[in-house]
């Protein structure tokens, strides 16, 4: 039974409703989803207003708490969690993942690759919603702005990305804590966000009150909005690359026609034809484009050499052979 718009906001406080609204609008359509939390405040507050959204809804939610096994008490914290949930009648469980402590991408990638493969399990083919805030997105912004990145990045968390929906895109931090308060749950605050020893946790207790207090309080809102800006704008570009590379007929091991091609449509097709390729790779292919025949630069997963006007992946042709 949907509830009247008036006996909603009598159920639930100010900032649970705004959390439980914004579930809501994500989840129209689906009959069932996944719910990834870890016990803070915002996957806490998105499990909780999950609830609210499948009961309006008519959709099954499970909540899924993953146990990284990173700091002394942490299966407490996880099966704490869990229980919090069921006792308000909700579907959880907790899962528990072994991360490979020498990762050459670092713990804090190889705890997010481990997290979502987990959820992954899980969830098979449905929609899993993660808690990211506007003030993730803020803060992700930042860091690909200081990284020199491009509009992809730029763009920053989007909405909808694949399996993985963030629908709290738009909701504060403070209000997901305040919301924590409104439906009277401890939420738990992990102490690497506050450890200075991880840039993400710098750049949220440093840099942002920094540039709030130079920039007005409306910096994080700004960043955020920029990010969908670009998203669009980027969504654009994509669909433009992807053509370019349908009518010049682009292969896994051949990449014709780019020169005389616009740099920022060049550099789209390139990054698309080796997805790993950070835009210093990108950028030195493009440079062989200017130079002799039978130049190279190596990338991720091969070399590519540049004979007559055309670009080719050589190691991988290789590889492909060898099997």
Avoid at 205 to 212: A, N
Wanted: glycine share 10%.
């Amino acid at each position: 039974m949907r509830l009247h718009p008036l006996m909603a906001r009598r159920e639930l406080g100010p900032a649970a409703l705004t959390v439980a609204q914004a579930v809501e609008h994500a989840v129209r359509g689906i009959d069932r989803f996944v719910v990834g939390c870890s016990g803070g405040p915002d996957s806490l507050a998105l499990a909780l207003g999950s609830e609210w959204a499948s009961r309006r809804r008519g959709a099954e939610v499970m909540v899924v708490i993953v146990d990284h096994q990173l700091q002394d008490g942490s299966d407490e914290v996880a099966a704490r969690t869990r229980d919090l949930l069921t006792d308000r009648g909700m579907d959880a469980c907790v899962r528990r993942v072994e991360i490979d402590p020498n990762d050459p991408d670092g713990p804090e990638a190889a705890a997010r690759t481990a997290r979502r493969a987990a959820l992954v399990d899980v969830a098979g083919k449905t929609p899993i919603l993660l808690g990211h805030t506007l003030d993730d997105q803020a803060e992700q912004v930042l860091l690909s702005l200081a990284r020199g990145s491009g509009a992809t990045s730029l763009a920053g968390i989007r909405p909808r990305a694949g399996q993985f929906w963030h629908p709290l895109l738009g909701v504060r931090r403070a209000q997901t804590l305040q919301a924590c308060q409104e439906w009277d749950v401890e939420p738990w605050h992990d102490p690497h966000n506050s450890d200075s020893r991880f840039l993400r946790s710098r750049v949220r207790t440093e840099l942002m009150p920094v540039l709030e207090d130079v920039l007005g309080s409306g910096v994080a809102e700004s960043l955020a909005r920029s990010a969908s800006l670009l998203a669009g704008e980027d969504a654009v570009v994509t669909a433009v690359a992807d053509q370019w590379a349908r009518d010049h007929e682009v292969t896994d091991d051949v990449l014709p026609g780019l020169r005389g091609v616009e740099s920022g449509l060049a550099r789209r097709v390139v990054k698309k034809w080796l997805p790993e390729a950070t835009m210093v790779h990108v950028d030195a292919v493009l440079g062989l484009l200017d130079g002799p025949g039978g130049a190279g630069v190596d990338v991720p997963g091969g070399r590519v050499e540049m004979r007559r006007g055309t670009l080719y992946l050589t190691q991988r042709l290789r590889q492909i052979r060898d099997r």
